[in-house]
Nanobody, 113 residues
Framework: QVQLVESGGGLVQPGGSLRLSCAAS????????MKWYRQAPGKERELVAG????????TYADSVKGRFIISRDNAKSTVHLQMNNMKPEDTAVYYC??????WGQGTQVTVSS
């Protein structure tokens, strides 16, 4: 079955960086766009970034454009989200998603001084 395991979250100060990882299994990873979503307390889950099957195309929410970078390693079935110049409003649980209906447990990111 589809499994998505996110890691790399934590507490970071404003202006700092974190790199999230998502290990995928149970499907042909290289055949699917991969996306990162986030959900802050009391808010709906929102799309943060997406990457095409080859990694040649990416898309970002306006709120993270220029600060976050999504990448993937098809040989290792992993997708990453490099988050730079982080802001308190980036605080949320971050999830990766393959569009197959399954979600992982997410990883908590907290930006605070």
């Amino acid at each position: 079955q589809v499994q998505l395991v996110e890691s790399g979250g934590g507490l970071v100060q404003p202006g700092g960086s974190l790199r999230l990882s998502c290990a995928a299994s149970g499907f042909t990873f290289s055949s699917y766009w991969m996306k990162w979503y986030r959900q802050a307390p009391g808010k709906e889950r929102e799309l943060v970034a997406g990457i095409s099957t080859s990694g040649g195309s990416t898309t970002y929410a306006d709120s993270v454009k220029g600060r976050f970078i999504i990448s993937r390693d098809n040989a290792k079935s992993t997708v990453h989200l490099q988050m730079n110049n982080m802001k308190p409003e980036d605080t949320a649980v971050y999830y990766c998603f393959a569009g197959l209906g399954s979600w992982g447990q997410g990883t908590q990111v907290t930006v605070s001084s």
